[in-house]
């Protein structure tokens, strides 16, 4: 039951993994969009909100036991049914703490709750621990190079949320809470399939109280740099939407939703990496990271180029023109992908060799900047400011991170540099999968 497999490489771990994460991204987009066209800019937002308070809290309180499952279970199999209870016993009493805890902020500090109806800010607080449970399951699996099922876990939650909110919106029947509860039930959908995968090969075992304590102490250090960068990722959102309202933070969370594609493949990188690299000495992680990561610029940074120069057009006319204020929003956000690469790939690198402390030191240069730009940016200009913050902010993260990788893998700077034989290699994948794909539309036409 314990049998580590592995997959047949990592190429193939890549474009599979990156091909559901694609998937889920166009589901997403689709949902974004059909929301977006039933409610308007302010239902969006308030959507947007809601959603970002459920996954904001379950990311501040999980105490990064995740990660802890991706490097245990990848080196210590046999506890992995051990972990496995483990998770679902620290999701549920670390969420049910949380949603308390927000609730009697929320009571104390109105403006927590942003403009929604308390009883949808409670659902969405009620979803934490799902939330949080997904989060442990899915790199547990992963662990065992479980890609498969935890890629069809990924699209069930927007599949589930795209499907039911395109049936309300025929009906006419769409609405704030129905999309909440939409997303609600993608979520536990997708936690089923990995319970049940879990449930057939490790299994869930007894408790483990000193295994508990091991997951929580290299969490804790991981943890650091989790919570800097949920506060990287959701807390503008979060801030906006009390703010500014439900319309400004419908116009970012477009411009989120869209530049989130970018962020896709480093994404992907950092999943079907992170098995190997746990593995490996330090010298072949660094090697292995540098290739990855120069592959990363190349690739994301030629469709961060595509994507701003098309946004005017594209945009207003897939959302409707009055989201066309999302557009210089996300070419601002488009500007930081090459940092976002940096950030995601060579944090994951030194987190997977035992150093997650000094990947928390990369993530504490973004949140900090985060912070007090998000705090100066915000408050006058709305999701411009947002955008403007986080883009300065992860491309100082992916430099930070870039020299205490170098320092500490012993790697030259210049080897993340990209190299003509990695344009040629990228140039020779875009060319077959076009020679691929032009021969597949012919015979569909």
Same mark, same amino acid.
């Given at each position: 039951? !314990? ?5 047949? +490489?990592?190429?193939?771990?890549? @474009? ?5 994460? @694609? ?9 974004? $969009?059909?929301? @977006?066209? %039933?409610?308007?800019? %302010? ?10 308070? +459920?996954?904001? &809290?379950? *990311?501040?309180? !999980?105490?990064?036991?995740? #990660? ?7 080196? *210590? ?13 620290? !999701? ?19 403006? $927590? ?32 190079? /479980? ?19 395109? @049936? ?9 809470? &129905? ?17 049940? *995968?879990?449930?057939? *090969? ?14 929580? !102490? ?65 010298? #072949? ?16 940074? /030629? =469709? =961060? ?29 488009? $500007? ?14 030194? &987190? ?11 993530? /504490? ?45 012993? &790697? ?31 015979? =569909?036409?």
């Amino acid at each position: 039951m !314990s049998e580590v497999r592995r997959p047949a +490489s990592l190429t193939r771990a890549a @474009a599979t993994t990156y091909a559901a994460n @694609a998937g889920v991204a166009v589901l997403s987009l689709l949902n974004v $969009l059909v929301i @977006a066209r %039933s409610m308007g800019v %302010s239902g969006r937002g308030a959507v947007a909100f809601l959603i970002a308070v +459920s996954m904001m &809290t379950a *990311h501040l309180v !999980s105490l990064s036991i995740q #990660e802890a499952n991706a490097n245990i279970a990848a080196s *210590h199999p046999e506890t992995r049914a051990s972990l496995a209870t483990n998770s679902l016993l620290f !999701s549920l009493v670390l969420g049910a703490v949380a949603a308390v805890a927000v609730a009697a902020l929320a009571r104390a500090f109105p403006s $927590l709750g942003g403009h929604v109806s308390k009883a949808l800010f409670w659902f969405a607080l009620a979803s934490i621990p799902l939330s949080i449970l997904k989060q442990y399951l899915v790199l547990l699996v992963q662990a065992d190079y /479980g890609f498969g099922v935890a890629n069809v876990a990924w699209v069930a939650g927007p599949l589930t949320t795209t499907v039911c909110n395109g @049936a309300l919106a025929a009906l006419g029947l769409i609405a704030v809470g &129905t999309a909440l509860a939409a997303w609600v039930l993608g979520q536990a959908i997708g936690v089923a399939l990995l319970c049940a *995968h879990i449930a057939r *090969h490790a299994g869930f075992g007894r408790p483990d109280a000193p295994l508990a304590r091991r997951s929580a !102490s290299f969490g804790l250090k991981a943890h650091v740099g989790r919570l800097m960068e949920v506060g990287n990722y959701r807390g503008d959102q979060w801030l906006l939407g009390a703010t500014w309202g439900p319309h400004e933070l419908g116009l970012y969370s477009i411009a989120v939703a869209v530049s989130d594609v970018l962020a896709y493949l480093p994404g992907v990188l950092v999943l079907v990496q992170r098995p190997d690299l746990v593995r490996v000495d330090a010298r #072949e992680a660094a090697l292995r990271t540098a290739r990855v990561c120069r592959v990363g610029f190349l690739v994301t940074g /030629g =469709a =961060a180029l595509i994507g701003i120069a098309l946004a005017p057009f594209a945009l207003p006319r897939i959302f409707g023109w009055g989201f066309e204020g999302a557009v210089p929003q996300f070419q601002v956000l488009a $500007l930081g992908a090459i940092g976002v690469v940096a950030f995601e790939l060579l944090r994951n690198a030194l &987190t997977a060799q035992r150093r997650p402390m000094l990947g928390s030191a990369a993530v /504490g240069i973004a949140f900090v900047l985060t912070v007090i730009l998000d705090l100066t940016l915000i408050p006058p200009y709305g999701g411009m400011g947002a955008a403007v913050a986080t883009t300065i902010a992860y491309t100082c993260g992916g430099v930070g991170a870039a020299l205490i990788f170098g320092t500490a893998m012993d &790697t030259r700077l210049s080897d993340l540099a990209p190299r003509r034989g990695d344009v040629v290699w990228v140039r020779d994948k875009v060319a077959l999968l076009a020679a691929v794909a032009l021969p597949a539309r012919r015979v =569909a036409d």
